[in-house]
């Protein structure tokens, strides 16, 4: 017997809905995008993802079933990402699930994002480009996104500890700010990566290399001397009057965090003998950064395909395969993330 649950997740700038079987198959993942709405403000702006969402939630909750080819009854459960993300984003989600489980008799089962981005790893399109193997136990993960860095040690779905964590700007922050401060469109990840492509390099040559915090002897990032280290190069141009190469500070970039995130990863995975780095969140879209991890790490790396890495609602519906558990209709959102990503009963 299959086990079908229709997910939702809507903890920021994307109401997304998706049909997800046994954990694995994705029967429709459909993704409503507000980047282009909050690019005019550089940055996500609260409330307007919030009444975006109310605009899209209905027709994307239907979208995605029509997508699967199935109806309410082939369900067995609703997810919904409970937190952790914008306050009111997730409320959306959280109510439209609630109703739909509600009325239709349907256990909800609540998922951690960070979670949900990991489990992106067990869906068939990532598990397709190794012979549909899940990735093996025990393994290091790392969650890179706009407001998570953190490394898990994974010995199983029910053992999992955070080992590592940014002690100040998330990697995707970082790259959005950093971003902001070479000129480019909101999200800066992406736009940087676009821009180092173009650098020469010369070009890039022609610039000393930006700082990497190690942080030695624990597992931990840090990036905001590196955003600051940016910041004081671009200050420094604009008072001598020189222009800034952007995409040669792009690669400069770009390099320091991928630098620092692999080798860290990798060092991580060696020191606990795992049998394979998995990597998850946004900017695991990167090439340069799946490049780095896949030189450096001695096991197997598994990256999602890109439209996975960043936020969708397979990934919280391959969690909530793998982590049943239902909650009573009265749950509350959580948007900070003090919650634990795999708490006993989450
Ligand atoms: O996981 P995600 O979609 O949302 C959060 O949960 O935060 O991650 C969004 C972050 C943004 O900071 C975005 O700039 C970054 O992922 N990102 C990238 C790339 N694509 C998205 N960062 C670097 N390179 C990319 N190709
Ligand atoms: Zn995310």
């Not at 209905?58 to 699967?68: F, I, K, N, Y």
């Amino acid at each position: 017997m299959s086990f079908r649950v229709l997910a939702l997740e809507s903890s920021c700038d994307e109401f997304a809905g998706a049909v997800i079987e046994d954990g694995i198959e994705v029967l429709a993942s459909v993704v409503a995008s507000q980047a282009e709405i909050h690019a005019r403000y550089g940055g996500v702006v609260p409330e307007v993802a919030g009444r975006e969402h109310l605009r899209n939630l209905a027709p994307v909750m239907q979208a995605t079933l029509e997508s699967a080819g199935l109806d309410w009854d082939d369900l067995d459960a609703i997810a919904v990402t409970q937190g952790p993300g914008l306050g009111g984003s997730l409320l959306v989600g959280v109510n439209a699930a609630k109703a739909a489980a509600w009325a239709r008799g349907l256990p909800l089962i609540p998922v951690h994002h960070i979670a949900g981005h990991l489990y992106a790893n067990w869906l068939r399109p990532a598990r397709d480009e190794w012979d549909d193997a899940p990735p093996p136990f025990p393994l290091v993960a790392l969650v890179v996104s706009g407001g998570h860095t953190e490394l898990f040690w994974m010995q199983d779905h029910e053992r999992v500890e955070r080992i590592g964590q940014t002690r100040d700007d998330a990697a995707g922050e970082a790259f959005d700010k950093v971003g902001r401060l070479l000129g480019l469109p909101f999200p800066g990840g992406p736009e940087i990566e676009r821009a180092a492509g173009r650098a020469s390099p010369e070009r890039i040559a022609a610039l000393d290399p930006l700082p990497r915090a190690w942080l030695p002897g624990t597992h931990d990032f840090s990036f905001s001397g590196l955003k600051t280290a940016v910041l004081n190069r671009v200050r420094r141009a604009e008072a001598a009057g020189q222009e800034i190469d952007v995409p040669a500070m792009a690669a400069r970039f770009q390099e320091s965090v991928t630098d620092v995130l692999a080798e860290k990863t990798a060092l991580a995975a060696e020191s606990l003998g795992a049998a394979c780095v998995v990597v998850a969140g946004g900017v695991a879209a990167n090439s340069a950064l799946r490049e780095a991890l896949r030189s450096r790490c001695a096991v197997p790396v598994r990256v999602p395909p890109p439209r996975l890495c960043t936020d969708n609602a397979a990934m919280i519906g391959a969690a909530a395969c793998y982590r049943q558990t239902r909650a009573p209709l009265d749950i509350d959102v959580f948007s900070t993330s003090g919650a634990e990503v795999f708490s006993a009963d989450s």
